[in-house]
C-alpha cells in the first residue's frame, strides 16, 4: 500500500512540475514581445529629452536620428572623450566647436555642457542634412563634410556625384549603418 502511494505522488509531482513548466512557457510566450519591448527601451533611453527635442524643432531634425547619434557617438556620457579629443554627448571636437560658434554667432560657450552639445550637434547634423543625403550626412557627421564631398566626386564611390555607393572607411560604413538600425529602433520605440 505504502508503494503505491509514493508512485502516486511521485506521479502527481512530475504532473505538477511538467503543468507549471508548461504554463510558465506559455506565459514567456505570451509577454515575450513586452519583455522584448521593455529590453529595447532600456538599451535606448530618452536621456536628455527635452532638449534634444527642442533642437530638433528648432533645427528640423528628427529627434530619432539625434537619439541615435547620442547613443552611437557617446553612450550619453555627457563626459566622454574621443581618441581624437571629441568631447560629450555628440562628441564634437573644439574645431568643429569654434567652427559651428562662429556660424551661430556664439561667442562663449561650453561644448562641455549638456544644451551646447546637444546645440551644436543637431546644428550640425541639420546643416549635412540640406547638403547631402541621410547617409551621406551621417558619414559627414563622423568623418566630416569635406571628406564626404570628396567621396561623392569619386565615381568609384558614388555614380550620380549625390549617393555614395560605397563608403572607403570601414569605420565610417559601419557608424553609418550604427546610426541608421539605432534611429529605425528609436522611431519604432517612441516615435511612430
Known amino acids: 500500500m505504502k508503494k503505491g502511494k509514493k508512485r502516486i505522488r511521485k506521479r502527481a509531482g512530475g504532473i505538477s512540475f511538467f503543468a507549471a513548466l508548461i504554463t510558465a512557457v506559455f506565459l514567456l510566450f505570451l509577454l515575450w514581445p513586452r519583455i522584448f519591448h521593455e529590453a529595447q527601451k532600456l538599451s535606448h533611453p530618452l536621456k536628455y529629452y527635452e532638449t534634444v527635442m527642442k533642437y530638433s524643432k528648432e533645427f528640423e531634425v528628427s529627434p530619432e536620428l539625434v537619439f541615435a547619434v547620442i547613443k ?47 546645440r551644436f ?28 564631398k570628396e567621396w561623392l566626386s569619386d565615381k568609384a564611390l558614388s555614380k550620380d556625384g549625390v549617393t555614395l555607393d560605397a563608403i572607403p572607411y570601414p569605420e565610417t560604413e559601419n557608424y553609418v549603418k550604427k546610426v541608421r538600425k539605432s534611429a529605425d529602433n528609436y522611431k519604432k520605440l517612441y516615435f511612430s
Not at 556620457?77 to 568631447?87: E, I, L, P, Q
Open 72 to 118: 552611437c557617438e557617446s553612450g550619453f556620457n555627457d563626459r566622454a572623450v574621443s581618441k581624437a579629443g571629441a568631447k560629450g554627448l555628440m562628441q564634437i571636437t573644439d574645431s568643429t566647436a569654434t567652427w559651428i560658434a562662429l556660424k551661430l554667432g556664439e561667442k562663449d560657450y561650453d561644448i562641455w555642457n549638456a544644451d551646447t552639445n546637444i
Open 121 to 148: 550637434g543637431v546644428w550640425l547634423l541639420s546643416y549635412n542634412l540640406k547638403d547631402f543625403g541621410k547617409n551621406e550626412a551621417i558619414a559627414a557627421y563622423n568623418a566630416g563634410r569635406e571628406r564626404v
